[in-house]
C-alpha cells in the first residue's frame, strides 16, 4: 500500500538495557508509540519491528505521549509485559520526568494535588477541577534561566542549544518569527524535575499550566491564543470558551505551533505555506512538503528515570538537550541522585489510602476521596 505520513524526527529509539524479558528504550519525542490516525509505520512499534523482524510482536508496557520523549518499557512476551504492567498500574513504580517550563519556578518542594478532569475527549483536553480524578504531583526546580540585557534595550533570548553545538546561523524569517515570539521567553525560563504520584493524562502539564508555569513551548497548555494572557494559571477561564477557542484552530493546526498570539497568525500562515517544497510524489502526485522544525517534534518533557519501589531495577537517561545550560552559560550537565522527603512521604500516603480503600471496600462502606476542593 502506498500512503503519506506525518513525517518523525530521525533521531534512532535508544536502548537504554535489554534483557530476556524486556527492553527499556528512550523514545524520541514526536514518535507515537502505537499506530493511530495518519501514523502507521512511524511509530515506535512498527519502527521497532522493521529493526527486529516483521514478525517479533513489541509489548509496550507503559504509555508517553507522542510529543514527550524518554523512558519506556517494552516486553518481549505476555508474562512479562503483564508484570511490568501490573507494577506500572499498581503506583509500585517511581518516575521522574524533567520539564522545561516558562518563567521562575518556586524553589523548594512543591506538591500540586489538584483533581484533573478531561473537559473534551474530542480535543483531548484535560483541567484541573473539583469534579475530576485525583492527581498529585511533586516539583523540584534544577535550574533557572533569565533573559540578560546586554545593553540597554537589548535582550539574549535563550534557546536550547547545547554547550557542544555548533553554531548555526538563523535566516532573516526565523529572527523575525522570534521577535514576534518573545513574549513567550521574557520571563526566561526553569528545569525542573517532575515526580507524578498519579497517572492521569496530561498530569505534568495539567499541574504546570495550573501552577502558572506551564511548558514553554506546550501547543496546547501554553497556548495563548487559547488561555489569555495568564495561560489558564489557577483554573482560569470557562470551559466552553477553551473549547471552542481550540476548536476553532483544529488540533492539527495546534499541534503544529509553538504558540500562539493574535499578532502570530498572519506570519504563521505564511510559514505554513514555505513548507511546500513545490515538488509532487511521482506515484500519487501528492504535494510534498519539507521537513518539520525542532519545535514541532515535541515538547520540552522528558521521562528522565523510572524505579521498582522493592529496588529489584533503576533505569535512567541522561538530561536531553533542552535541559542542558544555554551556549555560555555555567548551569547543570547533569542530575545527582536525590531523595526528596516530601515525594517519599506523598508516596506513602497514597499506599495507605489505597489500603483504607481496599478495606473499606471489603465491609461495603464507600471509598475514601482525598480530592479536597480547589482553592
Request: hydrophobic fraction near 35%; include cysteine; aromatic fraction near 6%.
Amino acid at each position: 500500500m502506498h500512503r503519506h505520513e506525518p513525517p518523525v524526527t530521525a533521531r534512532p529509539i535508544g536502548i537504554v538495557h535489554e534483557d530476556d524479558d524486556v527492553i527499556v528504550i528512550n523514545k524520541p519525542a514526536g514518535v507515537p508509540v502505537h499506530p493511530a490516525g495518519r501514523y502507521n509505520y512511524n511509530s515506535v512499534v512498527e519502527i521497532m519491528r522493521a529493526e527486529r523482524g516483521m514478525l517479533w510482536n513489541p509489548m509496550p508496557c507503559n504509555r508517553l505521549d507522542r510529543l514527550t520523549s524518554g523512558i519506556m518499557f517494552i516486553a518481549k512476551h505476555t508474562r512479562a509485559a503483564e508484570d511490568l504492567g501490573m507494577q506500572i498500574k499498581t503506583r509500585t513504580v517511581k518516575k521522574e520526568y524533567i520539564a522545561r517550563v516558562k518563567g521562575e519556578f518556586p524553589e523548594g518542594d512543591i506538591e500540586c494535588s489538584q483533581p484533573i478532569l478531561q473537559i473534551s475527549p474530542k480535543l483531548g483536553l484535560n483541567r484541573v477541577r473539583a469534579n475530576g480524578k485525583e492527581a498529585r504531583t511533586v516539583f523540584k526546580r534544577l535550574a533557572y534561566y533569565p533573559p540578560t540585557k546586554l545593553s540597554e534595550g537589548e535582550e539574549i533570548v535563550y534557546d536550547y542549544v547545547p554547550t557542544n553545538a555548533p553554531k548555526k546561523m538563523k535566516t532573516e524569517r526565523e529572527l523575525q518569527r522570534e521577535a514576534k515570539m518573545s513574549w513567550t521567553k521574557k520571563e526566561g525560563y526553569s528545569i525542573v524535575r517532575c515526580f507524578p504520584l498519579t497517572g492521569r493524562t496530561h498530569q505534568i502539564r495539567v499541574h504546570l499550566q495550573f501552577l502558572g508555569h506551564p511548558i514553554s513551548n506546550d501547543p496546547i497548555y501554553c497556548n495563548q491564543r487559547v488561555w489569555g494572557q495568564n495561560l489558564g494559571k489557577g483554573g482560569e477561564g470557562e470551559d466552553e470558551d477553551i473549547i471552542a477557542r481550540l476548536s476553532r484552530m483544529g488540533k492539527d493546526e495546534v499541534a503544529e505551533a509553538v504558540a500562539y498570539h493574535d499578532e502570530m497568525v498572519e506570519e504563521y500562515n505564511k510559514r505554513k505555506a514555505e513548507k511546500m517544497t513545490g515538488e509532487l510524489c511521482p506515484t500519487c502526485d501528492t504535494p510534498l512538503y519539507s521537513d518539520p522544525g525542532v519545535h514541532e517534534l515535541g515538547i520540552y518533557l522528558h521521562a528522565r528515570r523510572y524505579a521498582c519501589e522493592g529496588g529489584r531495577w533503576d533505569y535512567e537517561t541522561a538530561l536531553p538537550d533542552w535541559a542542558l545550560p544555554p551556549s555560555s552559560v555555567e548551569g547543570l550537565l547533569g542530575v545527582t541522585p536525590k531523595t526528596y522527603p516530601l515525594v517519599d512521604a506523598v508516596q506513602d500516603l497514597n499506599l495507605e489510602t489505597k489500603a483504607k480503600t481496599a478495606e473499606a471496600s471489603e465491609v461495603g462502606r464507600p471509598p475514601i476521596n482525598r480530592a479536597g476542593p480547589l482553592p
